[in-house]
């Protein structure tokens, strides 16, 4: 397939992008008007007329996966193709706590997720779609109402059905979605076999998050070349942010991957440090962040990623170790209990968190902290351990002047308020075992 | 001892030791769970010893039926063997034996397709062996007087008793037992029980603020309740116009 212009000349192509070059997803004050009012703005859905057409474009376009782990999309989209009767889910679980892009998508662009996952489905040649969202039912009715409209208006090929995720931190994890839509447990699995080889009632499935599929609706109207307009050339395209400020704000917002972080993040105030990629993610001291972009390629060298898009900023006269603490606890308790290294490394090191976090902690502790942390990642079905123990080293690096402190009991901010948001916590269900 | 009675011998020892093979067996299908180990040994060494020592039941079994059989003493019959009922002498209790061999039978081929056919069918299958060994044991008690006197009475007892408590062991633990949904919460309540030092900053919020949190969530969310100017979906339009480049 050739590079098609943004001019758009190629069949296939919606005539013209509109308006400015962001924000392409979320447009402001939202799209009034259904249906009718998101086709006349951003032009029909341009079905390919057949499985695999799609694929060439979204591989030039460069688009990776926007859940968190980047995986090249098109890839995702061959494997899946290759397969038997494959399955279509769109990802809107969205369990990690401070993320709110999917939710905010669901609400006020449900047409261009919708279409996504539509052209999604056609492109791997699936017949059955689901649309998975974070239980709660705030994007239920908005769902139910857009896709009452594309079935009168016949706009839908594959009927789409909408489930609600299970809750829990680990809920939008591939497998445990997967297991969940399969009547399970809702737990991470061992892979392989991987959800696109066998997923949903066994068959290849095509699990991606719901700003994904937007993308995709997006490419597929104006072509690759017009997603590489914004982005950098390894990095392509934009990303919607979730962006905590000091000062308590909180935003979604879009924004062209290499994007400073200092333009998203008020980071001239008094600020100690940057929470990058969600509790899953590091700390960065406030200097190190302003330095650094919203891309991999910026992100990786300090230890970071983009993730999901999540960006914390944690103000000064705060206590870092005590918000990390009670994360690291809110982590150790999402754990599903089914690994040894999570099941046995997590709460360790969420109680030694702890002990740290409070006046005169061992002196071991520290050393304790360090050494479990490097018996527990890497392993597990789930990279729940990983990313919990890179959550809590950042931490010990970023507030080691904080460690130091409560090392000589003193706090920098003792008694103050929980900044971070952790969900209250939840007795777990019964009849659990099978 | 002349070859009849050596045929005799033969069938009743057999016997007996194919019943404390499988006693063996059963104690260690009881016991070693997902969780539960034997002190000293790894998971895999104990899977092998009950399967090796279940094929040495069912060698143990096969001289036990063909010396059975072929011992002039009583006439049982070969087609006695499979079908209950079918042998002129103590049909009940012979034919406990039959079922009981039927049984086996059905656990080993099983066992040998397992991959074939399936973990799900396999483990189905292998519950039959918690009616193997009653069957079994009663089989031996009402076929002959032997075992119901003396050191073998003893040795049956003994038998009955530790799987009776390798059960209610297993049961009690079953019951016990934490889900998995659970576990970490219990894990997590006793390390920080046992850290030394109280933990003053407890990473507990209080209530009130708690509920301000998941009130800032839902305004990023675009809720209903989103308080105006805070709500953020058009907060921010241009921020990476200019940059993205």
């Known amino acids: 397939m050739t590079v098609t212009s943004p001019a758009g000349a190629t069949p296939g192509l919606a005539a013209r992008p509109p308006g400015p070059a962001l924000p392409r997803l979320l447009p402001p004050g939202g799209r009034p008007g259904g249906l009718a009012g998101h086709l006349a703005a951003l032009g029909p859905l341009p079905y390919r007329g057949g499985p695999g057409r799609l694929i060439a474009d979204v591989a030039e376009s460069g688009l990776t996966g926007r859940g968190g782990a980047a995986f090249p999309v098109a890839r995702k989209l061959a494997a899946v193709a290759a397969g038997r009767r494959p399955v279509v889910v769109g990802n809107g679980a969205e369990s990690e706590p401070l993320s709110g892009k999917d939710a905010a998508l669901l609400r006020a662009a449900p047409h261009l997720v919708l279409d996504g996952l539509q052209l999604a489905a056609e492109a791997v040649g699936a017949r059955r779609a689901i649309l998975a969202v974070h239980p709660g039912g705030y994007a239920g009715g908005t769902l139910t109402g857009a896709l009452a409209q594309r079935q009168a208006a016949g706009l839908d090929r594959v009927p789409v059905e909408l489930a609600e995720a299970t809750d829990g931190f680990l809920a939008g994890q591939e497998t ?58 390894t990095e392509p395209g934009s990303m919607l942010a979730t962006v905590w400020q000091a000062d308590g704000r909180a ?52 230890g970071a990623a983009a993730g999901a898009g999540v960006l914390a900023a944690l103000p000064a006269g705060r206590c870092g170790l005590a918000e990390t603490a009670r994360v ?18 997590l709460p360790r090191i969420a109680a030694g968190l702890a002990e740290l976090a409070g006046t005169r902690p061992r002196p071991t502790v520290i050393h304790d902290l360090e050494r479990w942390s490097g018996l527990t990642s890497g392993r597990g079905a789930c990279h729940h351990p990983d990313g919990t123990v890179r959550f809590v080293r950042s931490a010990l690096v ?31 269900a019964p009849g659990g075992r099978r | 001892m002349s070859a009849d009675t050596a045929l005799w011998y033969a069938s009743r020892a057999t016997g007996v030791v194919c019943l404390l093979l499988m006693t063996v067996v059963v104690l260690l299908g009881v016991l070693v769970t997902r969780q ?124 009955a008793a530790a799987v009776a408590a390798a059960l209610s062991v297993r049961l009690l633990a079953a019951a016990q037992a934490v889900p998995p949904a659970g576990r970490a919460a219990a894990e997590l309540a006793r390390h920080e029980a046992a850290a030394r030092r109280p933990v003053t900053l407890a990473p507990r919020g209080p209530v009130a ?35 993205g480049r």
């Open chain 2, 209 to 243: 603020r708690q509920e301000d949190l998941l009130a800032r969530r839902q305004s990023v969310l675009g809720g209903e309740e989103a308080s105006p100017g805070r709500h953020a979906l058009a907060a921010s339009t241009g921020v990476a116009r200019e940059a």
């Open chain 2, 36 to 159: 539960g180990r034997l002190p000293g040994l790894p998971r895999f060494a104990v899977t092998g010893l009950h399967r090796n020592l279940s094929l040495l039941a069912v060698l143990f079994l096969v001289v036990h039926v063909v010396t059975a059989i072929l011992d002039p003493f009583v006439t049982i019959g070969w087609v006695a063997t499979v079908v209950p009922l079918a042998s002129p002498y103590r049909p009940v209790w012979i034919g406990l034996g039959a079922v009981a061999l039927d049984l086996m039978a059905a656990l080993v081929l099983t066992s040998l397709a397992r991959a074939r056919i399936g973990r799900r069918a396999w483990r189905a299958v292998h519950w039959l062996a918690y009616a193997l060994w009653p069957l079994s044991l009663a089989h031996s008690l009402g076929s002959s007087g032997d075992l119901r006197s003396g050191p073998l009475l003893w040795l049956s007892a003994a038998c």
């Open chain 1, 176 to 233: 445990a979605l997967v297991s969940a839509l399969n009547g399970g447990l809702g737990r991470p699995a061992f892979t392989p076999p991987r959800v696109s080889d066998r997923g949903v009632g066994g068959h290849p499935t095509l699990v991606q998050n719901v700003e994904t599929l937007c993308h995709l609706a997006l490419i597929a109207r104006y072509g690759a070349a017009w997603f590489r307009s914004v982005g950098t050339g």
């Open chain 1, 251 to 302: 935003a979604v917002t879009e924004a062209a991957l290499g994007t400073p972080l200092g333009q998203l993040l008020d980071l001239r105030g008094p600020v100690q440090a940057v929470l990058v990629g969600g509790y899953h993610g590091t700390w960065l001291p406030a200097g190190q962040a302003a330095g650094l972009a919203l891309s991999n390629a910026s992100l990786h060298p300090a």
């Open chain 1, 398 to 428: 970023t507030f080691a002047a904080e460690t130091a402190a409560h090392a000589a009991g003193r706090c920098s901010a003792p008694g103050a308020a929980p900044f971070l948001l952790v969900p209250a916590e939840q007795t777990p």
């Open chain 1, 328 to 345: 690291a606890r809110y982590l150790a308790l999402a754990s599903s209990g089914q690994c040894g290294p999570c099941l046995n490394g």
